[in-house]
């Protein structure tokens, strides 16, 4: 496919410029002279080199866009429906740049980040998209929405389309592809390549690049706010913004989003990140209905869009406060329903059932001291955020998602195992210093010398800081609209939240019941 001429250029500096004058070409373009855009991170110009060299769409067909996003919207989900509200009103979509295609392959930000799946992306949606297009939205172009690029540019029928985007289509998964680090503490090395793209001279390690599969984050709840209006005045804390930490700011994300996932040759201009990031941060999205429980807000409970809109930045709790989720507190027996009663005693498990939060990297190595295990934590102790739950200290933590758990000879993974790697995914050995990963040991010698391998199928921020402490360590989310988004966890390893409860349980001897389980399943499906 012929490239635009701007994207030739960037693409000939990228091949013919020293590794200096790489970066220059990059983080030194012009425009950086009269508006005010962030610095691309180190690990950028890699992945916009290889975005910029992946096959494009042959013949888009860009999905349906709405008119106007309305003031307050509900879609429906498997539990009731899941609502947004924005409280400065409807966006005309039109001109506005999260709803503007500002790259090459047709992509915008509403490609990927759908209101009825809480403003990302499920498999059915995916799915729903693929054969109304017969796989050619954008969503499905080669760079990311692809298991690889070269699986994608070599289908020809449809159901060659669709085993080239299984991991979109089945999890919901986006294909994220990252550098090695430059002088990493740790050995990389492919252990399974079910797509052929880890070993692949042109995507793979051969490259140094690798690449992961990844759930699309959702683009709302970002903020928070004092009153109703001037949204984009406060923005509270919301810890890491990607699965990864990778991103300094949602502005750094909008261009570098622009650049990679849409294969741009040029960045967005500053009015394009504001108007596209404002937009992002004026969404509050909730589940608003339960077919079981009825209204969210009945009885003087404040559950839906309204309410959380409404939650003012003084609540924001300093980490693991407790009873960081208030929404149900009016609803008891006998004055409420049985779904309704099973929803309020979720919350309560959720913000007081205590147990102990040990050997989780990222936690018990930082935050409670160094090894210390934090005694009488709740599930709020991480889900701090007040009726968004997620975490306001910056980092990840390390909870063996995605893991070889089994191997971990520390035995403080091993609870983990429930969610071990699967064969749909890429797995990866990291050859490590011995004791240099908090709360994990797996010595083996390779060539003379000892070291502590882990296997995992996403390296999370390790991928990004070099660093084998960080290995394996995620953001922890936001709660709102899980209704609407399975699967769950960074990879889409849970199908179901029940299965995320039990995963819970088992990792750190929880002790649930199963009545236990099924009433957080119920408050969690009504965040």
Same mark, same amino acid.
């Given at each position: 496919?012929?490239?635009?001429?701007?994207?030739?250029?960037?693409?000939?500096?990228?091949?013919?410029?020293?590794?200096?004058?790489?970066?220059?070409?990059?983080?030194?373009?012009?425009?950086?002279?009269?508006?005010?855009?962030?610095?691309?991170?180190?690990?950028?110009?890699?992945?916009?080199?290889?975005?910029?060299?992946?096959?494009?769409?042959?013949?888009?067909?860009?999905?349906?866009?709405?008119?106007?996003?309305?003031?307050?919207?509900?879609?429906?989900?498997?539990?009731?429906?899941?609502?947004?509200?924005?409280?400065?009103?409807?966006?005309?979509?039109?001109?506005?740049?999260?709803?503007?295609?500002?790259?090459?392959?047709?992509?915008? $930000?509403?490609?990927?980040?759908?209101?009825?799946?809480?403003?990302?992306?499920?498999?059915?949606?995916?799915?729903?998209?693929?054969?109304?297009?017969?796989?050619?939205?954008?969503?499905?172009?080669?760079?990311?929405?692809?298991?690889?690029?070269?699986?994608?540019?070599?289908?020809?029928?449809?159901?060659?389309?669709?085993?080239?985007?299984?991991?979109?289509?089945?999890?919901?998964?986006?294909?994220?592809?990252?550098?090695?680090?430059?002088?990493?503490?740790?050995?990389?090395?492919?252990?399974?390549?079910?797509?052929?793209?880890?070993?692949?001279?042109?995507?793979?390690?051969?490259?140094?690049?690798?690449?992961?599969?990844?759930?699309?984050?959702?683009?709302?709840?970002?903020?928070?706010?004092?009153?109703?209006?001037?949204?984009?005045?406060?923005?509270?804390?919301?810890?890491?913004?990607?699965?990864?930490?990778?991103?300094?700011?949602?502005?750094?994300?909008?261009?570098?989003?622009?650049?990679?996932?849409?294969?741009?040759?040029?960045?967005?201009?500053?009015?394009?990140?504001?108007?596209?990031?404002?937009?992002?941060?004026?969404?509050?999205?909730?589940?608003?209905?339960?077919?079981?429980?009825?209204?969210?807000?009945?009885?003087?409970?404040?559950?839906?869009?309204?309410?959380?809109?409404?939650?003012?930045?003084?609540?924001?709790?300093?980490?693991?406060?407790?009873?960081?989720?208030?929404?149900?507190?009016?609803?008891?027996?006998?004055?409420?329903?049985?779904?309704?009663?099973?929803?309020?005693?979720?919350?309560?498990?959720?913000?007081?059932?205590?147990?102990?939060?040990?050997?989780?990297?990222?936690?018990?190595?930082?935050?409670?001291?160094?090894?210390?295990?934090?005694?009488?934590?709740?599930?709020?102790?991480?889900?701090?955020?007040?009726?968004?739950?997620?975490?306001?200290?910056?980092?990840?933590?390390?909870?063996?998602?995605?893991?070889?758990?089994?191997?971990?000879?520390?035995?403080?993974?091993?609870?983990?195992?429930?969610?071990?790697?699967?064969?749909?995914?890429?797995?990866?050995?990291?050859?490590?210093?011995?004791?240099?990963?908090?709360?994990?040991?797996?010595?083996?010698?390779?060539?003379?010398?000892?070291?502590?391998?882990?296997?995992?199928?996403?390296?999370?921020?390790?991928?990004?800081?070099?660093? $084998?402490?960080?290995?394996?360590?995620?953001?922890?989310?936001?709660?709102?609209?899980?209704?609407?988004?399975?699967?769950?966890?960074?990879?889409?390893?849970?199908?179901?939240?029940?299965?995320?409860?039990?995963?819970?349980?088992?990792?750190?001897?929880?002790?649930?019941?199963?009545?236990?389980?099924?009433?957080?399943?119920?408050?969690?499906?009504?965040?």
């Amino acid at each position: 496919m012929t490239r635009l001429p701007a994207r030739l250029q960037v693409t000939a500096l990228l091949l013919l410029a020293s590794p200096l004058l790489m970066w220059l070409g990059f983080a030194g373009f012009s425009y950086a002279q009269t508006i005010q855009l962030p610095p691309l991170p180190s690990w950028f110009p890699p992945v916009w080199k290889q975005s910029l060299a992946a096959p494009e769409p042959s013949n888009t067909q860009p999905g349906r866009t709405p008119t106007t996003i309305p003031q307050f919207s509900e879609s429906s989900d498997p539990s009731g429906r899941v609502a947004t509200y924005q409280p400065g009103g409807a966006t005309t979509t039109a001109g506005n740049a999260f709803f503007t295609p500002l790259g090459t392959n047709g992509r915008t $930000c509403f490609t990927c980040h759908q209101p009825q799946s809480g403003w990302g992306m499920t498999p059915q949606s995916a799915r729903a998209i693929f054969f109304a297009t017969q796989g050619k939205d954008p969503l499905f172009a080669p760079v990311d929405g692809a298991n690889c690029p070269d699986a994608a540019a070599a289908a020809t029928s449809l159901a060659q389309k669709a085993a080239a985007s299984s991991q979109l289509l089945l999890k919901g998964n986006i294909r994220v592809f990252l550098p090695v680090p430059a002088q990493p503490e740790y050995q990389v090395r492919i252990l399974r390549d079910p797509y052929g793209c880890e070993n692949s001279a042109k995507y793979g390690l051969p490259s140094g690049m690798l690449s992961m599969y990844r759930r699309v984050l959702n683009s709302t709840n970002l903020t928070r706010n004092a009153q109703f209006g001037s949204f984009a005045t406060v923005i509270s804390p919301q810890g890491a913004i990607m699965w990864d930490a990778r991103e300094p700011s949602l502005q750094s994300q909008f261009v570098d989003a622009t650049l990679g996932h849409a294969q741009a040759g040029t960045p967005p201009s500053g009015s394009q990140v504001d108007q596209g990031v404002n937009f992002e941060v004026g969404l509050f999205t909730a589940q608003n209905f339960s077919n079981q429980a009825g209204s969210l807000s009945a009885s003087g409970a404040t559950g839906g869009p309204v309410n959380l809109a409404r939650i003012g930045v003084a609540n924001v709790p300093v980490p693991a406060i407790p009873l960081a989720f208030n929404t149900y507190q009016p609803w008891t027996l006998p004055t409420n329903s049985a779904a309704q009663a099973s929803i309020k005693r979720g919350e309560d498990i959720f913000n007081t059932r205590t147990f102990t939060i040990a050997g989780v990297a990222g936690f018990n190595d930082g935050l409670v001291g160094p090894g210390n295990p934090a005694q009488n934590s709740t599930c709020s102790t991480c889900h701090n955020l007040i009726n968004v739950g997620s975490d306001v200290v910056p980092g990840g933590r390390h909870l063996g998602i995605g893991d070889n758990s089994s191997a971990d000879k520390s035995g403080n993974q091993t609870t983990a195992t429930v969610l071990r790697p699967t064969s749909d995914q890429p797995l990866f050995s990291f050859l490590c210093p011995v004791g240099s990963m908090p709360f994990f040991s797996n010595p083996v010698t390779v060539n003379g010398t000892t070291f502590d391998e882990f296997q995992t199928t996403d390296p999370g921020m390790g991928l990004i800081t070099g660093k $084998c402490a960080d290995l394996g360590k995620f953001k922890v989310p936001r709660l709102n609209g899980l209704a609407a988004r399975a699967p769950y966890f960074h990879n889409g390893n849970a199908a179901s939240l029940r299965q995320l409860v039990e995963f819970y349980n088992a990792r750190f001897s929880i002790g649930l019941s199963s009545q236990d389980e099924q009433d957080l399943v119920n408050f969690i499906n009504a965040l």
